[in-house]
């Protein structure tokens, strides 16, 4: 064998095993394949007007377990500390929405398709605008990465599903409540660890004090064990080990700088 | 087999598994202009004012050299951006892209106003002018000012290069589709139109299922709530943030 035919023979062992990622030596390689074609039928990709339609279903479940709040001026805020960290790497298929829930528990939700909550009572824990735009914008990373739909593909619904035109009456609905569950019970260490990351990043691109998301999460560590948070707790990784990285992240990266906003903050949340 | 040809037999494969030197793409750079004017909008015109800027324009340039392409949205009103225009290039030859086709700049409309020259500048090597981040105040030989433009680059700039050929079919489409452009000024319809899902009536949490009656309304009434872009630019402005956000310190840390 030559040289070169041997250098390739290792590049494609290397790329055989790249795919199939074999992690029990006693399962045949005919199982892992087999298993590897079901999982890539049953991560059949969701277009963007079914994600919308998706999202729209879970805003709508999220709006039915706590009310949206009608205040005026306080969503436009909102919406506008949203729009700013969202307009640093947009998706350009779909539009960003932003509304406050009237509840005292302290978390915030990422619908798929661009609608995102924050609660009042995470509203009153936090002291400046760069805290609840680190906040959205660890939001709009969930959305952009498409953390909940990516959750939905690997559903057992997802497995009768054929084509888009499958995605709707019942299937729909299912698939509604499957996308809500994972989001109130909680994404996964590294959905929610990368969506940091890029909350880091948006916030920080827009202008922000890159610290606003650490300190917030640093603050909610300080309210453990009381009602409001324990949810948000039981949802999240562990704080101190996200402040800790939020931190190492910026430090990294030669983050700095950049503007707290705590008195228009005041002046909008009252 | 010499080793130069058994390298250049490896080579589809190393670049199919992004290990090759010549798989790098050209050096993306992205950035934004805002383009003020001095005075103040007042009843749809610009009225001279002292102290005062009036926003007229926006700019997203998006290049890896020699190509570039820019996206201008304009306000005629101070309230609302037009439609984006696109310009692409390929050095100093300048087209400008409709869904149609593209026209030389040059035998275009846009090739005579002076606001888009403006905004299309070279350096000494032919590249477009960009991206420093800053307050760049342009004028006139008298020392009057010209313009004022806010410019901020994007740090980890991800878009297709695809989209700076003007043979693409894509092409004429914005890259800032709906992403902040069009933010409030045009919300899409059809994507509104065919979302159905009514919601779900019980949910898991925690500490277990609850109840929840599903409210469609509400998510109606998000959609509805609008912000234009000129109202962003504003809040961004009053913030200094975005565009107005201030350029790197001297140890070269960005904001």
Same mark, same amino acid.
């Given at each position: 064998?030559?040289?070169?035919?041997?250098?390739?023979?290792?590049?494609?062992?290397?790329?055989?095993?790249?795919?199939?990622?074999?992690?029990?030596?006693?399962?045949?390689?005919?199982?892992?394949?087999?298993?590897?074609?079901?999982v890539?039928?049953?991560?059949?990709?969701? %277009?963007?007007?079914?994600?919308?339609?998706?999202?729209?279903?879970?805003a709508?479940?999220?709006?039915?377990?706590?009310?949206v709040?009608?205040?005026?001026?306080?969503?436009?805020?909102?919406?506008?500390?949203?729009?700013?960290?969202?307009?640093?790497?947009?998706?350009?298929?779909?539009?960003?929405?932003?509304a406050v829930?009237?509840?005292?528990?302290?978390?915030?939700?990422?619908?798929?398709?661009?609608?995102?909550?924050?609660?009042?009572?995470?509203?009153?824990l936090?002291? %400046?605008?760069?805290?609840?735009?680190?906040?959205?914008?660890?939001?709009?990373?969930?959305?952009?990465?498409?953390?909940?739909?990516?959750?939905?593909?690997?559903?057992?619904?997802?497995?009768?599903?054929?084509?888009?035109l499958?995605?709707?009456?019942?299937?729909?609905?299912?698939l509604v409540?499957?996308? %809500?569950?994972?989001?109130?019970?909680?994404?996964?260490?590294?959905?929610?660890?990368?969506?940091?990351?890029?909350?880091?990043?948006?916030?920080?691109?827009?202008?922000?004090?890159?610290?606003?998301?650490a300190a917030?999460?640093?603050?909610?560590?300080?309210?453990?064990?009381?009602?409001?948070?324990?949810?948000?707790?039981?949802?999240?990784?562990?704080?101190?080990?996200?402040?800790?990285?939020?931190?190492?992240?910026?430090?990294?990266?030669?983050?700095?700088?950049?503007?707290?906003?705590?008195?228009?903050?005041?002046?909008?949340?009252? | 087999?010499?080793?130069?040809?058994?390298?250049?037999?490896?080579l589809?494969?190393?670049?199919?598994?992004?290990?090759?030197?010549g798989?790098?793409?050209?050096?993306?750079?992205?950035?934004?202009?805002?383009?003020?004017?001095?005075?103040?909008?007042?009843?749809g015109?610009?009225?001279?004012?002292?102290?005062?800027?009036?926003?007229?324009?926006?700019?997203?340039?998006?290049?890896?050299?020699?190509?570039?392409?820019?996206?201008?949205?304009?306000t005629?009103?101070?309230?609302?951006?037009g439609?984006?225009?696109?310009?692409?290039g390929?050095?100093?030859?300048? $087209?400008? $892209?409709?869904?149609?086709?593209?026209?030389?700049?040059?035998q275009?409309?846009l090739?005579r106003?002076?606001?888009?020259?403006?905004?299309?500048?070279?350096?000494?090597?032919?590249?477009?002018?960009?991206?420093?981040?800053?307050?760049?105040?342009?004028?006139?030989?008298?020392?009057?000012?010209?313009?004022?433009?806010?410019?901020?680059?994007?740090?980890?700039?991800?878009?297709?290069?695809?989209?700076?050929d003007?043979?693409?079919?894509?092409?004429g489409?914005?890259?800032?589709?709906?992403?902040?452009?069009?933010?409030?000024?045009?919300?899409?319809?059809s994507v509104?139109?065919?979302?159905g899902?009514?919601?779900?009536d019980?949910?898991?949490?925690?500490?277990?299922?609850?109840?929840?009656?599903?409210?469609?309304?509400a998510?109606?009434?998000?959609?509805?709530?609008?912000?234009?872009?000129?109202?962003?630019?504003e809040?961004?402005?009053?913030?200094?943030?975005g565009?107005?956000?201030?350029p790197?310190?001297s140890?070269?840390?960005?904001?």
């Amino acid at each position: 064998m030559t040289r070169t035919a041997r250098a390739g023979a290792v590049l494609g062992a290397l790329a055989l095993l790249q795919a199939i990622a074999a992690p029990a030596a006693a399962q045949s390689l005919l199982d892992r394949l087999r298993q590897a074609a079901n999982v890539a039928r049953t991560l059949l990709p969701i %277009s963007t007007e079914k994600e919308v339609a998706i999202g729209r279903g879970i805003a709508a479940t999220i709006a039915g377990r706590f009310p949206v709040s009608t205040d005026e001026a306080l969503t436009r805020y909102v919406n506008l500390v949203g729009l700013t960290v969202a307009s640093q790497q947009p998706r350009g298929d779909i539009t960003y929405h932003f509304a406050v829930l009237e509840t005292p528990t302290v978390n915030a939700y990422a619908a798929p398709g661009g609608y995102i909550f924050v609660t009042r009572g995470a509203l009153g824990l936090m002291h %400046s605008e760069a805290e609840l735009a680190g906040v959205l914008a660890h939001e709009v990373g969930h959305v952009n990465q498409k953390h909940v739909i990516n959750q939905i593909r690997k559903s057992d619904t997802m497995r009768e599903v054929k084509s888009q035109l499958d995605i709707q009456g019942g299937t729909l609905d299912k698939l509604v409540g499957t996308g %809500s569950d994972a989001l109130f019970t909680g994404l996964s260490r590294g959905d929610e660890m990368e969506a940091d990351s890029l909350g880091l990043e948006y916030a920080s691109s827009a202008g922000y004090d890159p610290g606003g998301l650490a300190a917030f999460i640093g603050r909610l560590d300080q309210h453990a064990g009381e009602g409001p948070v324990s949810e948000f707790f039981a949802t999240h990784p562990k704080p101190d080990e996200r402040v800790e990285r939020l931190h190492a992240i910026a430090e990294r990266e030669h983050l700095g700088g950049g503007v707290t906003l705590a008195e228009r903050y005041r002046l909008n949340v009252k | 087999m010499t080793r130069a040809r058994g390298l250049a037999r490896l080579l589809p494969a190393l670049v199919a598994l992004g290990l090759a030197p010549g798989a790098a793409v050209a050096q993306r750079a992205q950035w934004t202009d805002v383009v003020y004017v001095p005075g103040r909008w007042t009843g749809g015109r610009i009225a001279p004012g002292p102290d005062s800027l009036a926003l007229v324009m926006r700019v997203d340039y998006f290049a890896a050299a020699p190509r570039w392409r820019a996206e201008m949205r304009r306000t005629t009103d101070g309230q609302t951006m037009g439609a984006a225009q696109i310009l692409m290039g390929n050095g100093q030859s300048a $087209v400008v $892209v409709t869904q149609l086709g593209t026209t030389p700049l040059d035998q275009h409309a846009l090739g005579r106003d002076t606001l888009v020259r403006a905004l299309v500048v070279f350096d000494q090597s032919g590249q477009l002018k960009g991206p420093e981040n800053g307050r760049i105040t342009e004028r006139s030989a008298g020392g009057k000012v010209l313009r004022v433009v806010f410019r901020r680059a994007v740090r980890n700039p991800s878009f297709d290069t695809a989209l700076l050929d003007p043979g693409n079919r894509a092409g004429g489409r914005t890259l800032l589709a709906s992403g902040i452009a069009a933010v409030g000024d045009q919300r899409s319809a059809s994507v509104v139109a065919t979302a159905g899902a009514r919601g779900v009536d019980r949910v898991k949490t925690p500490g277990g299922e609850v109840p929840v009656t599903p409210d469609t309304m509400a998510v109606v009434r998000m959609e509805r709530f609008t912000i234009g872009s000129v109202a962003l630019e504003e809040f961004l402005r009053a913030g200094g943030l975005g565009a107005y956000a201030a350029p790197p310190d001297s140890s070269g840390r960005h904001p």
